[in-house]
């Protein structure tokens, strides 16, 4: 009975075994980036999706290969579609949850100390709407804040 030791397989020939296995696995993330595409696609009929499938399938290699030939540049403009859709989806549901009434109160100090760093109001102004803001009487009740008192 023979024992491997470390120099009964070269280091070139585990770099070549690494490289060969991590390409293996990029072609199945690859594989199944193409499936999600295939079903993702709404232009596409169920035939031509069924077609692809099956080409994708019974002809891997091949099949990737002409569908990102064929495909690929519309397969990244429909990811993007996703991923935009996806967010207005988390933003209309942040914004839901998050109340439909008016901007907080984070927001309206944070355009008070906009107008503050402008010099359109004082400082005095400033604390005066502040202090309604933290009330909760919002600051565009603010008599010092209106329009009359903007400086230019």
Same mark, same amino acid.
């Given at each position: ?85 996806? $967010? ?10 998050? +109340?439909? =009434?008016?901007? /907080? %109160?984070?927001?309206?100090? @944070? ?12 400082? $005095? ?10 009330? +909760?009487? =919002?600051?565009? /009740? %603010?008599?010092?804040?209106? @329009? ?5």
């Amino acid at each position: 009975m023979s024992t491997y030791l470390a120099y009964d397989y070269p280091l070139l020939s585990v770099f070549w075994s690494m490289l060969w296995f991590f390409l293996w696995i990029m072609w199945f993330v690859l594989l199944f980036r193409i499936v999600v595409d295939i079903f993702r696609d709404d232009d596409m009929s169920g035939w031509g999706k069924a077609g692809w499938l099956a080409f994708v399938i019974f002809l891997p290699f091949l099949g990737v290969f002409v569908y990102v030939i064929a495909r690929g540049k519309n397969m990244g403009r429909r990811e993007v579609a996703q991923a935009r859709a996806q $967010q207005q989806e988390f933003d209309s549901y942040i914004r839901k949850t998050a +109340g439909s =009434g008016g901007s /907080s %109160s984070v927001d309206e100090l @944070a355009r008070l100390s906009e107008i503050r760093a402008r010099g359109d109001i004082t400082d $005095q102004e400033f604390a005066r709407a502040k202090d309604m803001v933290l009330s +909760g009487h =919002g600051a565009t /009740s %603010s008599p010092g804040v209106g @329009a009359g008192s903007q400086q230019h």
